[in-house]
Every structure is written in structure tokens, then in C-alpha cells.
């Protein structure tokens, strides 16, 4: 078993102040003032770069970047650890010097020039033998000097596999996790996507589900139901539920199989402790209770499993002013501290603001697996995206077909590439089995004799794999067609078995994409004000002046443009709507015209005074707030549409936010004693889901007047609002 | 996050089955939650987590020992360690000949006391059996054989109770007295040791001139069957006649009438028989005749050798077969409501026995709704009415109109009072109706609307105690949808 050194007993030089890195290109002189300032500057254009000012203003900068870059030492990196805004070497960042020094000596005097040719020329073994003298910035900046072939072809070198109850990234092998989830953790159609996946020769590197509560019963639950599949159709696999650590560890002390191990990981110690509520502490703690108490612990060499993804420490504003590439790079040098079984890279799960195009998406997809592989760990790639940027299916194939070129040692399985909670798309077992046939792969080898002995592969007498005759059949599992039927009933985006050779049959592939092609407008389509119905709006400007700045920063739609803003003073309503398109203008079209005039009755009938209702294009759901502070209504509500999923109806769907502006005194005072944050101005009661197939317009209409009637009533919302009447009910039973 | 009940816990449901020949008692543990795929709540992923044996149901001469029936549910509760207060639905109906003693309804008070709020329970109810036993044996395979009608003939002691479905969704319903106890026996002879009133009018009817203490000829026994048999097929043909004879008026409770148009449907047993028929067909063998000391084994024989009631067996086999009703009984009886109830005073619940005085479309006049609350206003303790809309989800401006003329109709009932008046409604509408109906809880404040309850043709509807925001609704005394007299 590996031992964590500890914290302390890792040398981190002490911080210098930034110095200007300066060059002349073509006569045009350049200067960069800092190593984070040069090493985002040196990167290809990001939307998460450009928004925080790091990326290059142009091609020649960034080359004037890299050029500088490609002449410093690695000692010079070394001394130089980059700082957060305390002007400290964070714990994230001193986990990333606890490196090999006899290895980083021979590699200390050699410019990263240097370093990039010598991996570039030499064999993979002697590449190999890099990765435990390189800290994670040194990775970074290595990436940021390679184009696509070399990110490649390295990466090619640096195949890493792991063992847990299978073996994961031998070479000749492609594996897969697959994702079964479900909105509500619905064990049916947890059950029917676990079959449909392994029918697919999926999950051979694991069954793991994202949770959609985080709570140590039902976390516990569903292992034990992922353990009951795994053992009732014998696959060889290990199982995980991507909880929080701290949960997972309550569940393993009760006696959960938590076979795996599994927490996101952060570049910053910021986001890593403030964010994601893990120390490197925890992660030791949970690491060493694996070794001892985990199901696989004595016969498997690893059992942790770490995700990361570029831009997640951008996207919390706790980036330490460094770029999205180096920050993913700090997540790496922190998960080779455990010795993990798998590290997947999620990139373009975030949104625009971090990766807005398909280039941006499949370049830091490359980078990352090639950083993770150059540090030792053994990556799998999940290359991924959200409706409201411009990623496509075909980018995200496109990195799927460079990435398993370049070795990558899974991807994902999400049915018909929909994750059915988070409302974004990754790959699929489809894309899986394409993969292997495409590149000559197969699964685990462990897996694969399960897998052929239930005829869904086949091992032809030349020793060839191929498709079995149950490939893709997820009967096969169940015993009778009426289980089959039962199971399908709970699954949302459910568009059929049928399937053309590894892909899905044409009509399943046309209902997919015509879905998502509808979901995507819902994103992209501007508010029509005629399609609001007959009630007047008065209409404000967000701080986006378009489409584009809305959805690439996030924050300009979350304020009142200054024009509109000085135009505005308090009025004595007890509430103003704000109806606002956030990510779904067609939501608003399909649900407010119902939607508004309930409300507006059950305000009127209610005696509850409302301001004319104001239309905000661009807006987000923190734009209650300015107006709040703008209008000093008693509450504010938001109607806004929520981020689209991949299915036409539900892309339609709408929230409404109720943003109770607490009054200074008692009810404020009530309000910090319960939420523990002495700053707290707004409390919020949050109505989702609506729409005709979900919560129905009229019906939310109702049932926001009702709430805003408590709200109102009690001078709370929120969970002290559910407090309030619970403890009303309670009293008059 | 508002209470809108995504996840939820797992809730107990119970059934209990009291029967001519045995009683049954089941317990499963389902979650309770919204099904993303329909967006309805229901009860998800159920688990049988308590099914004993089934027990002779204790008859002391012509009236049920409720003293060994109370003996009887103590002990299934206690060894299912469960209590009654964790009970969030099912129910409880004593069926066939128990139904037909003296103190069936007696008994029913008594599961009531027992079991709690949370069942319903019900004597001498045919077709809420037939439905049971439907949504019981085969309601999966239904769903699974989309478009196809299912005849499902649940086959017990005492009754055959006849339920056509398609989809999940029961069409007709019936019963009649054909079952394997009517005519009791010596187990292994022919030697009759007891007869129900049917059994002695059978005896009559077919000329078997054996009384108690004689022993049935082969020949005897064979008549008996065929009468049967010819029963059963009937009923499959769809065939009225048989029950127009002397014996076949006395045969029937309640008439079966399905559609026979179109395809043939398929046939399943349930019950009893129906267990047995399913038995040999797999190949093991049948009990020696009369080893149970009635006709079951024969009855068997005799479907297994109908080439009508045969033609299915291997090929459509329902899920549940032997104990069919109180698998219908504890994961079928309760409907769950939606999450957006018109609920001012959530300590009106439970509600028990609520007569469902009529059944309203959301089309309906001020003269229709005049009707239906005028009918209401008749029951001092309260009343139930249903509300079907033709369209998934009514628009604006329908509901804004319903609201209005409930609101003036119920202004012009004979006694408003304050009897809780219940709407069940078929739509995800009941918060609106509610508010549009009493301006915002200004007005009317008996009324409760509970939504998403599909239509059902009944005579009486239990509401129970709210839990998660959601209200399990059951209904009791089927009728059939076209009506039958209360």
C-alpha cells in the first residue's frame, strides 16, 4: 500500500513576486508580467480564459507566450509555485511538489523545449520514467507547447492501467463506466440502464451512479441495489456512487459495498475546501479507510476514483487568477498523491463560459489526458457538453476518435449519450463498441470472457472479437418481457433498443437528435414578446448586451444594466415578477401565458399588491436580487427557464424563483440564526419543473400565489419557510 | 427546493385476503415517488417483504370466528414487524362464500379497527374482486402486450371472478358462483361432507340425487365439472345464455359483459385453480382428486382439457397467479394523488366511506353541477364527486369557468354546511380548481380537489392521511362503468 506523505514534510520553495517576461516577435515587443500571466497567454483560446483575461489577445501573443515558455527551465517553474490570493502556496498546490527529486534533478537544468522534444523522441518507458518528477504546472505548460498530433502520440506513450476487480487501460483494451442515472435515483430504470449498458460490453471499468440525494441511506440503497446487479448477472466489474466522500465513508463504516472510492477533484485549495467541502486531510482519511475496510482492499492494488474537468475553479471564481489548463493540471498532481483506479475528465460539463466550441472542448480534452498520463495516472475521458453551448455530438465524436487514438483508458456509457439527471451528454455504449471496432479494442480482459460466455461478444476461432448475438439486448437479463416492460416504464428519454450494427438503428438516432436539436433552440431562441399572452411588461436590459454574453458570462445577466438601473426607485409593492429567459426562451413562451394570469389572480384575490411585471431578457436567477434591490419589493419572483435537457418536452421547462428580500431586525436576524451566514439578505423558495408534462403552468401558477401568501404570512423562505409549516402541521395534528 | 416530492421515502402497503377457503395476508415496501418517464407519482420498485403462508379461513358453521381472524391479522402484523400507523395503503376484502356469511361485514369493521385508517376494507365487493385479482395476476402483462385483451379468470373457492383489461387498464368486470368449494369431500373419495347453498342447488340442478354423507359417482363428479367448465367457456365466448338456465341465474352475481368485437382475447387464471392449471401445465403433476377435500384438482383437470380455456396457458402467462387478489389488493387498491392538492385544512383527512355521488366532465353545465351538488348535499357527513376531463391538462381558461360555476352551484346548495365536499379529478389541476372554485380560500372552505386520481366507477372512495404532500386515495363498491344500481 502506497504511504501519504505528510503534508508537512513536502518542500514547496517560498513564493516569489512576479517577474515580466519579456520578447520581441517580429519586431513587435511582448511582455507578460507573471508565470500565471505567460502560462494562460501560452494556451489556446478558451471561452474560461478569455473571460478572466488570461487567454491571448491574438495567435502572434500567444506564440510571443510560448516562445518565453519553451525557453524557461524547469527549475525555473520549480521555484516558482503559483500562489493564491494570499500570496501562499495552497495545500492543493504543495500536494503537486511531492514529487520524485532524483527524477526532477536529471530534468531540472532542461528548458521545457527541451522536455517537450525529449518526450517526443524517446521510447514510452523512458517517458514514463518522467512523470513522478514533474509537478502539475510544469505538465501544463508542457501541454500548452504541443498541437494535436503530439498531444496524441504522447499520450500513445504513456499508457497507465489500473487494478481493481478488473483490470482497466491494458493495452489492446477499451473500457467503460457506465452511468445509469435517474432524476429521483429510480431503481427500476437504474436496473433496466445497468442491463441496456452491459448488454453493450459497457461497465467493464465500473457501474457508477451519480446520486440525485446525498444521503448515507439512500447512498447505501442504491450500492447495495448496484451490488445485487453486479452479483445477479455475474459481470466482473466494481461498483461506485459519486457521492461526497463524507457520505460515502459514513456508508462504508455502516457496512455499504463502496468497492470504489470516489470524489471530485480542484486545481485550488479555494474551491476544493469552500466548494466541494474536502480537505487533502479527508482524502487521506478516506484513502486509508479504504486500505483497511474496503470490500476490494486486500486483493486490489487501488480503489479511488477521482473526477476533474477544466474550468470548474474558473466557473467558482476561486481560480487563483491561473488559467483553466493549470488548474486541471494542480487536480492531477493531487490525485497521483492516492494511486487512483480511475480519473475521468469531465470537460465541457460546465457550460460557454468555460469551453464555448467544439475546437475548445476537443483541445483541453487532449491536454488533460495527456497531462493526467504524463503524471502517471490512468485516465479516462469523458468529452462532454451542455445545450447552451455550441459543442455538438459530432465535436464530442470527433474527440473520441482522437482520444482513443491516444490511448485513453475509458469512456463513458450513458444511455443514448443523455444523462437523464444532469441534463448534459456524454457518450454512450454506442459510441463505445464504434470505438473498439474502429481502433481494434476490446474490453477488460477479466470482463470479456463473462461478456462472451453470455453471447455478447463472440471470439471467432482466428481469436477475433466481435458482437454477439445479444449485443445490445438488454432481455437478456430479465426474465420475462413483462419485466422488461416494467423496467422501461420509469425511463425517461427512452427512444428505443434498436440498433444498426454498434450504432443505434437510424429511427433511434433521428428521435435523439431531433430532441436535442429542439432542446438546443429552446437555448438559442430569443424572447418573443408577443408569445408572452395579453399581460403588459415593462421591459429592463440585463448587464448582456446579447445572446452570447449571456450565456458565455454568466454573471452580466445577473444585474441590471446601468441605464435601466438609474431609471428605477423603490416602489411600494409587495412583489414584482421578473420574467426573464435565462437558458430557455421557448419556457418562457410555452408556460407564461398560462402561467402569469393564475398569478396575477391569486395575488389580486389574495390582496397581495404586485408592480407591473418586468420582462428581462438575458437574465439569470441572482437578477431577483438587483431588482430587489432596485424596486424594494417585500419579494421578488423570477420566472425563469432552466438549463435544457435532451428531450423537447422537458426543454421547455421553467423555474420560478422567490426571492424574499428580509427585512432588517427580527426576521433578518432569524433568518442568519438559521442559514449561519451573517450576510444574508435574500432567502429562497424555488417552484421547478414546469411545464405541461412536469408541474403544468396553470397549476404553478396557483401554487406560487399560494407560496408567496406564506412567504408573506410568515417572513421566511426557503427551508426555514418548510421549518415554519411543518411545525404548524405537526401542531394541529 | 419547494416540497415537490422528486425522492421520497418507501412506504408500507398491506392486503389481506379472507377467502372461502383460505386467507392470505401480503406486506410490501414500495417508493413513493414521481415517475419522470409519466411525470405521475406512483408507487415505485415494489418489494414483497412479508408473505406467509395462507391459512384456512376460520368458519365456525355459517358465521367467520372473529376472534381467530383477530388472532389471525395480530400475528401477520407481528411477525412482519410492522405497525399499523406505518400502513400507507392497501386493503382488505373477504371474498366468495366468507363474503356470504352472516358476519362478513362485521369482519370488515374489525380488519378497519385492526389494520387502521390507511385500508379499506370491504365484504361481498365481485367486481373489486375481478379488479383485484387483475391488476394482481397480470396487470404487468398487459402492459407488456400493448393493444391485446386479457381475460383473466380468477378461479377461488368460492367464485370465478371474470376481469377483461387491455394496457394495464380493466374494461369489464363479473363474477359468479363457479368455484372448487361449493361441494365439499372427504379428501380422496367422493364422500360429501358439506355444501354450500350453491352446492346443494348444483346437486339439484343436475339431477344428483346425493345428499350429505353420499359418495359422488364418476360419472356424478364429471357432470358437475362439464356444468362448470361450459360456465367458464361461456363467459369466454362471451356467451349469455347459459346464464339465462335456472341454474346459470343462480350462478351469477354479477354479469359479465365484455366486448366481443374484434380479436379473441387472451385467457389467464388466477386463484386457487388458477394456480394449479398453471401448475400442470409446467408439468408437475395435479393433487390427487379431492386431496384439498373440494373440486379444485378436478376443475383443473377440466380447464386444462377445454380447448378454449386451454389455448393460452403456455403462451400467455400472467406474473402473479395463486394469490392474485392480495397481490391486487396491496399494490393496486391505493392510488396515489399528485403533489399539488387543494388542501386548506390538511386535518380534514383521513376521510372514510365517502359516498361518490356522481362523476362530472370538465365540460359540465351550472345544471349538471347543480345536480351533482344537490346529490352531495344529501349526505350529511360529506361527499364525493368525480371530475374527468376529456384533455391531459385543461387550459386556462376551462378551469377558470369550472371554478366559476362550482363556486355559484355551491352557493346553491340545499345545506352547505360544513361537510368536506371532495373533488377527484383527473388532471394535474387541483390547486387551481380549489383556488378559481373558492377565490383563493376566501369561500367554500369544506372544499378539498385531489388531483391525478384516475376515473373509476365506485360506490365509495377512503382518503388518508396526507404524507410527502401526497394523499392515498382507495375506492370501494365497483360498479361497472356503465353503471350498475348501488
Known sequence: MIVLKALSAIAVPEPKPDEVYEVSLFGRPYAFSGLKALLGAADLSKAGDRLC?????DEVEREAARTILSGLDLQHIYDRPLVDDSGRADSV??????????????????????????????????????????????????????????????????????????????????????????????????????????????????????????????????????????????????????????????????????????????????????????????LDEAHQMMATKGPLAPNAPQFMYFETGQGSELSYGKHNGIDMTTTEALCYGLARRYDPFMVNNVTGFIGPETHR??????????????????????????????????????????????????????????????????????????????????????????YLEWAISRGIFTRGEDGDVERGPNWGNPRIFCSSDAELKRLLASVPAAYGFENAGPRPANTVSRKVKANMAAAREATYTEIVPERLGSIAFRRIATGAASKTAHLDSPESGAHIADADLKAMSPEA??????????????????????????????LDRQRISAGKPLLAPYGRVKLAESVGDALCPKLVINLIGERPGGDAMASRSLSAYLAYRLPEGETREAAVRFSGNPDIRYEYTVISNIYQNGLPPVEAGSLIAERVNQILKFKAAGNRLERTLSAGTQAAE | MDRLPHHMDRVKLVGLDFGSTTSSALVASARLGLNCATGRMEFGCPEIVYRPEPVFTPFDGQ????????????????????SRDEIFGGGAIVTGLAARQDNARELAALIETTIGDAVVATADDPRLESWLSFMGSCAGLSRARPGQTILNLDIGGGTTNPALGRDGNVLATGCCFIGARHLRFEPGTYRLTGASEFGHALLDGLAIGKRVGGTLRTAEVM????????????????????????????VEQVPFASESNGPPHAITFSGGVGELVYAAASGQPLPTQTFYGDLGADLAQGILASKILSRDLRSCVPEYRGRATVQGLTLHSTEVSGT?????????????????????????????????????????????????????????????RFGADLSAAMLCMPSPGMAPLVLLTTANAGKAIGNYATSWQQVHKNLI???????????????????HGVVPVSFYGLTSPQGDAP
Open chain 1, 93 to 282: 498546490m504543495r500536494v503537486n511538489y511531492d514529487i520524485d527529486h532524483e527524477v526532477f534533478k536529471t530534468l531540472a537544468p532542461l528548458t521545457l523545449g527541451q522536455v517537450k522534444d525529449q518526450i517526443l523522441a524517446k521510447k514510452p518507458a523512458d517517458v514514463a520514467k518522467l512523470s513522478r518528477g514533474l509537478t502539475g504546472v510544469m505538465a501544463a505548460a508542457l501541454a500548452k507547447l504541443m498541437d494535436v498530433h503530439e498531444l496524441v502520440l504522447a499520450s500513445k506513450k504513456l499508457k497507465r492501467s489500473a487494478k481493481a476487480r478488473t483490470s482497466v487501460g491494458v493495452a489492446g483494451t477499451l473500457s467503460s463506466r457506465l452511468q445509469p442515472n435517474h432524476p429521483t435515483d429510480d431503481l427500476a430504470t437504474i436496473t433496466l440502464l445497468v442491463y441496456a449498458g452491459l448488454s453493450m460490453g459497457s461497465g467493464d471499468a465500473l457501474l457508477g451512479l451519480n446520486p440525485a440525494i446525498d444521503s448515507v441511506d439512500n447512498i447505501s440503497a442504491i450500492l447495495r441495489h448496484l451490488d445485487h446487479l453486479r452479483r445477479e448477472t455475474g459481470a466482473p466489474t466494481q461498483i461506485c456512487v459519486l457521492s461526497h466522500v463524507k457520505t460515502q465513508m459514513a456508508c462504508l463504516e455502516q457496512g455499504a459495498p463502496v468497492e470504489i472510492m470516489f470524489q471530485s477533484l480542484a486545481g485550488t485549495d479555494r474551491t476544493l475546501t469552500e466548494e466541494f467541502d474536502v480537505t487533502v486531510g479527508l
Open chain 2, 223 to 250: 357432470k358437475a365439472v362439464d356444468f362448470y367448465i361450459q360456465g367458464l367457456e361461456a363467459i369466454v365466448a362471451g356467451d349469455a345464455s347459459f346464464f339465462a338456465s335456472d341454474l346459470g341465474r343462480l
Open chain 1, 53 to 57: 483575461g488570461l487567454a491571448a489577445r
Open chain 1, 573 to 602: 409593492s409587495d412583489v414584482q415578477i421578473i420574467v426573464s429567459d435565462g437558458l430557455s426562451a421557448e419556457a418562457v413562451h410555452h408556460n407564461i401565458p398560462d402561467l402569469l394570469p393564475v398569478l396575477m389572480d391569486g
Open chain 2, 449 to 467: 380537489v385531489i388531483d391525478e386520481i384516475p376515473d373509476r366507477s365506485a360506490q365509495f372512495v377512503n382518503l388518508g392521511r396526507p404524507r
Open chain 2, 63 to 82: 358465521r367467520i370466528r372473529l376472534d381467530a381472524v383477530a388472532e389471525l391479522m395480530d400475528g401477520w402484523l407481528r411477525e412482519a414487524a410492522i
Open chain 2, 340 to 400: 399539488t392538492l387543494f388542501l386548506p385544512t390538511p386535518t380534514l383527512l383521513p376521510l372514510r366511506d365517502l359516498p361518490v355521488v356522481a362523476s362530472v366532465t370538465g365540460a359540465a353545465d351550472r345544471a349538471a353541477l347543480d345536480a351533482a351538488l344537490r346529490l352531495a348535499g344529501n349526505s350529511g357527513r360529506g361527499a364525493c364527486l368525480q371530475l374527468v376531463w376529456d384533455e391531459a391538462m385543461p387550459s386556462l381558461e376551462q378551469i377558470r
Open chain 1, 357 to 446: 466550441t467544439n475546437f475548445e472542448m476537443i483541445v483541453s480534452n487532449l491536454q488533460d489526458h495527456f497531462m493526467g498520463k504524463l503524471m502517471g495516472l490512468p485516465m479516462g475521458m469523458a468529452p462532454c457538453y451542455t445545450l447552451h453551448s455550441e459543442i455538438t455530438v459530432e465535436g464530442q465524436q470527433m474527440a473520441t476518435e482522437l482520444l482513443t487514438a491516444a490511448g485513453a483508458n475509458f469512456f463513458m456509457d450513458v444511455y443514448l449519450g443523455i444523462d437523464r439527471m444532469l441534463a448534459y451528454f456524454d457518450t454512450c455504449g454506442h459510441d463505445d463498441q464504434t470505438l473498439r471496432e474502429v481502433h481494434g479494442l476490446k474490453p477488460a480482459p477479466e
